[in-house]
DNA sequence: TATTGTTATACTCTATAACTATA
DNA sequence: TATAGTTATAGAGTATAACAATA
């Protein structure tokens, strides 16, 4: 956001204190916004746009959740996963099974094409996401990774 | 994306060459949309959206660049920036003004209004995005700010 | 009373593609 | 021919809020 890649200012600085946090912030929305176009791009390819593909990567590794703890876990509102779902289920990529123990709640579970669909999209996937983040060694990506854990706090 | 916050495994390893790009990638977009979400809640008070919030700072630090330019910065396409603009416009947020020198283009202002916003807004968001980061260092959110930054090129 | 899910409403954003005017 | 902007089309995603069924 608040476009042009921020720099590093003329004035340098042997201070360590300086607040970086808006500079941080910028390269965090910038990044990401390039990151999810380009993921965006990818799945089109497989039919499937970037929540739908979070939808299948979460019941790919939690089968069984209800709406609701998907809705925690992708953060958005339940309202939200009911039409999201709405469109997964006519595309039969998931499907809604009643919890037989509290009739209220739906259990969620991946189709075979649902499953399928995954499989096929996960790898080129995670060959984009090496790709773009092999400017970066291993350990630079474990200290961005580290970095970023320690702003996912909280709410 | 991939809901459930990415952790450490239970496997500790010596190597340095292990790839940890999925954690960052994970971690970033996550780490992202939460901030998003945020921001978009205190812009909402503002009676702003997070895209228009861009423009209205995009062009308080450029002002007079043309709609190609804008989409460039912000990273989509000009139609997009077109209706952008007309609902902004509508607001009385910005201008256009035809280039004299080149009669397709506009050049973008912001009006008293949109001015207004930009400075009522600004300081609200650069205070959430400095409490949001407090939790690293001064230091560390330069680290992530470089690090970020390298991930930050052609496309 | 609280929770799960659904429905209704409304809007922004986004892309693509065809179109106009100008360069 | 190429570029700046517009318009038309279309759809997804998002939130909010009111509602139903169940706990």
Do not use: W
């Not at 600085?13 to 910028?26: I, K, R």
């Not at 399928?116 to 080129?124: G, K, M, V």
């Amino acid at each position: 956001m608040t476009g042009g890649k921020p720099r590093a200012s003329g004035r340098v600085s042997l201070a360590q204190a300086e607040d970086h946090s808006l500079d941080a912030f910028l390269q965090l929305m910038r990044v990401q916004q390039k990151l999810q176009r380009q993921m965006e791009r990818v799945l089109d390819g497989a039919g499937l746009t970037l929540p739908q593909f979070d939808v299948l990567a979460n019941l790919g590794m939690v089968e069984g959740i209800t709406q609701q703890e998907l809705a925690e876990r992708l953060l958005v509102t339940k309202g939200n996963v009911c039409g999201l779902l709405d469109r997964m289920e006519a595309a039969e990529l998931v499907q809604r099974r009643p919890d037989p123990k509290d009739r209220r709640a739906n259990r969620l579970y991946l189709t075979r094409v649902g499953r399928a669909a995954l499989q096929a999209a996960f790898p080129t996937h995670l060959g984009v996401v090496q790709e773009c983040m092999s400017v970066l060694s291993g350990a630079e990506q474990r200290t961005l990774a580290q970095l970023l854990g320690r702003l996912d706090v909280g709410d």
